[in-house]
């Protein structure tokens, strides 16, 4: 099984539709957790951090749940823009290591 | 500096030669990684470095494959022998300091390896 899972998509929506990925990770002493995106051909950046109580920034919510081992994250109001892959990130307890899920690609269309 | 640096951008090389990648880290960074990412796929890991040492080089995938980091700034990774299926694109990141933003990355734009 692998470290970090997520659904590779495509995930094919409207403009201003909502859309919601999930992350499962299989390491149930995971402590940090962050959403990373990427656009074809460059590097990823980070999209936000995860906290245990979730969060939001403007458009986007992050949760997490940590008894079914997952993370995830909602899209209000797709934009064009947002049309890109989107990687879960998991930090296992206090290692050092951070591991990438493969990534889910998300297409908004007009 | 501002931000990550890699070079080269883009290297082909023919299968047999050796490369060197090089990464310069964001300034005050002590942690370093290199990642390694073939087409539509997500990131390896292959190595990480705190101040001038490794911890764990068990992401490194052969033997032909080693990395060094000195005066805790600059890393090169080095790829021997180069094989077809070392063609990737070769990340590499720093990672804030303890406190706020502690354990984000800040990736380079890469390094795209072709081996021919």
């Known amino acids: 099984r692998k470290e970090v899972e997520q659904d590779p998509g495509p995930f094919n929506v409207p403009e201003g539709a909502t859309v919601a990925f999930n992350c499962t990770y299989s390491?149930?002493?995971?402590?940090?957790f962050f959403w990373y995106r990427q656009d074809c051909r460059k590097e990823p950046k980070l999209l936000m951090s995860v906290y245990s109580s979730g969060n939001e920034d403007g458009r986007f919510t992050a949760q997490l749940n940590r008894a079914s081992q997952y993370i995830s994250l909602l899209i209000r109001d797709s934009k064009l823009s947002d049309s890109a892959t989107y990687l879960c990130?998991?930090?296992?307890?206090?290692?050092?290591?951070?591991?990438f899920g493969s990534g889910t690609r998300l297409l908004v269309r007009p | 500096g501002a931000g990550v640096s890699q070079s080269p951008s883009n290297k082909v090389t023919e299968k047999g030669k050796d490369v060197e990648l090089r990464c310069d880290p964001i300034?005050?960074?002590?942690?370093l990684y290199w990642y390694r990412q073939s087409l539509g796929q997500g990131l390896e890991f292959l190595i990480y470095f705190q101040g001038n040492s490794a911890p764990d080089k068990s992401g490194l995938p052969s033997d032909r494959f080693s990395a060094e980091r000195t005066g805790g700034s600059v890393s090169t990774l080095t790829i021997q022998r180069t094989q077809q299926e070392d063609s990737a694109v070769y990340l590499c990141?720093?990672?804030?300091?303890?406190?706020?933003?502690?354990?984000?990355?800040?990736f380079g734009a890469g390094s795209r390896l072709t081996v021919l």
């Open positions: 990141a720093s990672r804030s300091p303890a406190g706020s933003g502690a354990n984000v990355l800040t």
């Open positions: 390491n149930s002493a995971s402590q940090s």
């Open positions: 300034s005050g960074h002590t942690a």
């Open positions: 990130v998991v930090k296992m307890d206090s290692s050092y290591k951070l591991i």
